[in-house]
């Protein structure tokens, strides 16, 4: 098995930074783990009616209504091969926020039926979201998500995108600081802004089988519609 954004690359893989290659370029068959600590210099949200929808994505780790600025700030990476023998990645995402710590989920395959990674987010992999990745002037990968799918039981469905948002992910290496940085924004088309983050964070790699993924990063439901 191969990185799934490898696969999602192509040749256009190479392009990217070789610390944003050690990074998206490993896969289940290498059995590491990539444990990232760092601050996001800030956290934001949108107005108040986004309070709501917010909330409501907190109680299953997508999206979350806190905000603040220098905030501690871990993502965990594990690849895996999920029930349906499926090439997953984890992105666990953890916000030390004044009150509590907020969490942030997904987990991400290589879907051959779309020819794109789908981002599953939150515990139960309720929200898959088709991403178009691309390589940016600075070596650094930029993740921008389009048709959205709700699942649930029996229940499938297009998502409509007037009640959910967009998001675009922009991770690069700086030389100067020896770190990784990101910049992520969610907005709705027609409503505006709703959640995002920016800072920076250091990445240690450390040898990982697959039974040793911690319990808490992975759903807690696999969904094998993509």
């Known amino acids: 098995m191969t990185s799934i954004f490898r696969d999602a690359l192509g040749d256009e893989f190479e392009r990217l930074h070789p610390k944003m290659q050690w990074r998206f370029g490993f896969s289940s068959v290498d059995g590491v783990a990539h444990i990232g600590h760092g601050t996001m210099a800030q956290v934001w949200r949108g107005p108040l009616w986004t309070l709501p929808f917010l909330l409501l994505g907190s109680t299953r780790r997508v999206l979350f209504p806190g905000r603040g600025t220098d905030i501690p700030f871990t993502i965990e990476n594990y690849a895996y091969v999920d029930s349906f023998g499926r090439e997953t990645v984890t992105f666990a995402r ?17 879907s051959a039926q779309r020819g794109r990674v789908v981002d599953y987010l939150g515990t139960h992999q309720h929200l898959a979201v088709d991403l178009d990745i691309t390589v940016d ?19 499938g469905f297009r998502f409509p ?21 990101i910049d992520v924004a969610v907005r709705n088309r027609r409503f505006g802004k709703l959640f995002g983050y920016r800072g920076t964070f250091s990445v240690t790699e450390r040898p990982c089988s697959a039974e040793e993924i911690p319990i808490d990063v992975r759903p807690i439901r696999e969904e094998r519609r993509e």
């Not at 953890?94 to 290589?110: G, K, L, P, V, Y």
């Not at 007037?162 to 100067?176: H, I, P, R």
């Open 161 to 181: 995108m007037l009640f959910s948002g967009v998001a675009e992910v922009s991770e690069w290496w700086e030389e100067a600081d020896q770190k990784f940085h």
């Open 137 to 155: 002037d600075r070596g650094g990968i930029t993740l921008n998500s389009g048709d959205q799918r709700f699942y649930e039981g029996v229940i």
């Open 94 to 110: 953890r916000f030390r926020m004044r009150r509590r710590i907020r969490a942030f989920d997904a987990t991400m395959i290589m």
